[in-house]
C-alpha cells in the first residue's frame, strides 16, 4: 500500500460463514513479522464482524503487543456498525479511536462521479452504484442484489437472533415506503401478519439502523423523559434504498412533487444522521397538525428545521408553534425560498448547533 510509509498487510474476514479466531492470529502474526522487520508496520482487518468472538482475540493480541513493545498499528474495519460498537466497548475499552465513515456524502458524489443535485436525491450515496445509473434497471439490479439484500440477509443476522427474518425484511421496506413520515407502531402492526408485538418491530427497526439501512427518529421533548415512546419517523439513511424498494424511477418521481418532496426530506435527515457528530442528536417535533421536519441539538444549542420541497402539506408550518414552545431555538428552512439544498448538504448536522 503506497504512501502510507511502512510496510502494510491487509486481510478480510469476507467469507459465506464466520471465521474462527485462528484465522485472525495467523493474519497478526504477519503483520508482528513485517512490524519487528522494518521497525513498523501497519494492519488492516476487514469485516472484523464476521470472526467468532474477534474483540476478545484483538484485546488478548494488542495487549501482548504492547507489553513486548511490538511496534504493530492496526486498523479494524467492519460493515456493521452496531456489531463492530458492541464488541469495541465491551471488550476493547480504552485501546481504541473509533473512526465512522457513513454514506457517502452529496460533496463525495459530486466531486467522484459528477452528480447533480437531483441525481443525488434519487440515486443516493453509494459508489459501487454510481456508474450504473444512466441504465436504472442495472442500477435497481445493483442495490437489490449487492447492497440490501446481503445486509439484510447476511450483516443484520450476524447481530442476533431473528426470529422472524422475514418480518425484518418487511420492516426495512415498510420504512423504505414511509421514509419521511411519521408511523406509529401500531399502525405498522396492521401492515403485517403475524408481526408480534411493538416491542419486536422497534427492536427489528433498531438492527436496520445499526446496519445503516433505515430508523426511526424519536420526537423531540427538552425532557428525556417524554422522549420515549413517541411514534417513530421512519427514515432511510440512504436515499438510494428508497427507489428500488418501492419501484419507482426518475422520471416518474421528479414528475410527482409528492414523491420528490419525500425523497427530498428523506436525503436531508439521512444527511443529518450520517454528519452528525459525538453529542449531536436528530429529532423530529410535532404538535397536533404542526410538524418540524428535523430538529439538530447538541446541549443547549437547538436549531429546528423544515424542509420545503414543492410537497403538499397536509397542516400548518410548525417552526412558529416550535418557536413559541422553545424561544431559545433557532429556525431555518432548507429550498423553498431559504438555504439551498446543496448549500446545506455541504455541512455537518454539528456545524448547526456549535
Given amino acids: 500500500m503506497a504512501g502510507l510509509g511502512a510496510p502494510a498487510e491487509y486481510a478480510t474476514a469476507d467469507a459465506p460463514v464466520p471465521l474462527e479466531p485462528a484465522w485472525l492470529e495467523a493474519r497478526w502474526e504477519l503483520g508482528r513479522l513485517r512490524a519487528n522487520e522494518h521497525g513498523e508496520a501497519l494492519l488492516f482487518l476487514d469485516e472484523i464482524q464476521k470472526i467468532r468472538g474477534w474483540s476478545e482475540v484483538v484485546k488478548r493480541l494488542w495487549d501482548q503487543d504492547t507489553h513486548e513493545g511490538v511496534p504493530l498499528k492496526v486498523v479494524v474495519l467492519g460493515s456493521a456498525p452496531l456489531l463492530v460498537q458492541r464488541g469495541l466497548t465491551e471488550s476493547l475499552a480504552g485501546r481504541f479511536e473509533l473512526i465512522r465513515v457513513p454514506h457517502w456524502s452529496f460533496e463525495e458524489m459530486r466531486d467522484a462521479f459528477g452528480f447533480g443535485i437531483e441525481q443525488f436525491v434519487f440515486f443516493g450515496g453509494y459508489p459501487g452504484a454510481a456508474p450504473l445509473i444512466d441504465d436504472e434497471e442495472r442500477w435497481r439490479a445493483y442495490l437489490l442484489d449487492s447492497i440490501i439484500d446481503p445486509t439484510i440477509w447476511r450483516d443484520v443476522l450476524l447481530m442476533t437472533r431473528v426470529d422472524k427474518p422475514a418480518l425484518l425484511r418487511r420492516m426495512f421496506r415498510l420504512a423504505c415506503e414511509y421514509s419521511g413520515q411519521i408511523l406509529s407502531y401500531t399502525k405498522m402492526l396492521g401492515q403485517f401478519h403475524d408481526a408480534g408485538n411493538t416491542t419486536t418491530l422497534a427492536h427489528y427497526l433498531d438492527l436496520l439502523g445499526g446496519?445503516?439501512?433505515?430508523?426511526?427518529?424519536?420526537?423531540?421533548?427538552?425532557?428525556?423523559?417524554?422522549?420515549?415512546?413517541?411514534?417513530?419517523?421512519?427514515?432511510?439513511?440512504?436515499?438510494?434504498?428508497?427507489?428500488?424498494?418501492?419501484?419507482?424511477?426518475?422520471?416518474?418521481?421528479?414528475?410527482?412533487?409528492?414523491?420528490?418532496?419525500?425523497?427530498?426530506?428523506?436525503?436531508?435527515?439521512?444527511?443529518?444522521?450520517?454528519?452528525?457528530?459525538?453529542?449531536?442528536?436528530?429529532?423530529?417535533?410535532?404538535?397536533?397538525?404542526?410538524?418540524?421536519?428535523?430538529?439538530?441539538?447538541?446541549?443547549?444549542?437547538?436549531?429546528?428545521?423544515?424542509?420545503?420541497?414543492?410537497?403538499?402539506?397536509?397542516?400548518?408550518?410548525?417552526?412558529?408553534?416550535?418557536?413559541?414552545r422553545y424561544p431559545a431555538a433557532r429556525m431555518m428552512l432548507v429550498g423553498g425560498g431559504g438555504l439551498p439544498l446543496e448549500d446545506f448538504l455541504g455541512r455537518p448536522a454539528g456545524y448547526w448547533v456549535r
Fill in 211 to 324: 446496519a445503516g439501512m433505515v430508523t426511526g427518529l424519536q420526537k423531540y421533548s427538552a425532557t428525556a423523559v417524554r422522549r420515549h415512546g413517541s411514534s417513530p419517523k421512519l427514515l432511510a439513511l440512504n436515499a438510494a434504498l428508497v427507489s428500488p424498494t418501492i419501484g419507482t424511477y426518475f422520471a416518474e418521481t421528479r414528475r410527482h412533487p409528492w414523491l420528490w418532496g419525500r425523497l427530498v426530506e428523506t436525503c436531508v435527515g439521512a444527511h443529518l444522521l450520517n454528519s452528525a457528530g459525538a453529542g449531536v442528536e436528530i429529532r423530529y417535533w410535532r404538535d397536533r397538525d404542526r410538524e418540524v421536519d428535523f430538529v439538530v441539538s447538541r446541549g443547549q444549542k437547538v436549531m429546528a428545521i423544515e424542509v420545503k420541497s414543492g410537497r403538499p402539506r397536509a397542516g400548518r408550518s410548525g417552526l412558529e408553534a416550535f418557536a413559541e
